[in-house]
């Protein structure tokens, strides 16, 4: 287990996904919403930053250990996919998102 998802020391913001600061504000308020991949970012960061701990997510997100280290992977895997291609500011993590249509 990650010592930064153990840390008891809370901050007031941290480093979201994207570059921005996120604050407790910027965080789903319960497990009742459909888990994009920005809002699953903005999770693992907050828990990697000290916002929210390992307990805390998993308590209000409804989550086991198991999705949470899911998400974690999840998000690590876009992140290497953008690095090698050079497209890190093209994360489909955050930000807006355009509208895709699917060609049938």
Same mark, same amino acid.
């Given at each position: ?32 919403? /459909?888990? *994009?991949? +920005?809002?699953? $970012? ?5 828990? !990697?930053? =000290?916002? #929210? &701990? @390992? ?17 974690? /992977?999840? *998000?690590? +895997?876009?992140? $290497? ?5 050079? !497209?890190? =500011?093209? #994360? &489909? @993590? ?11």
């Amino acid at each position: 287990m990650s010592e930064e998802r153990l840390n008891p020391v809370r901050v007031a913001s941290v480093l979201g996904p994207g570059g921005e600061a996120i604050g407790p504000d910027d965080l789903p308020e319960h497990a009742d919403i /459909r888990w *994009v991949r +920005r809002r699953k $970012a903005r999770v693992v960061a907050a828990v !990697r930053g =000290g916002l #929210l &701990s @390992l307990h805390e997510a998993l308590r209000r997100y409804s989550l086991s250990l198991e999705e949470f280290i899911e998400w974690e /992977r999840e *998000v690590g +895997r876009e992140v $290497a996919q953008r690095r090698r291609t050079g !497209r890190m =500011g093209a #994360l &489909s @993590l955050v930000g807006n998102r355009k509208s895709r249509r699917r060609s049938h």
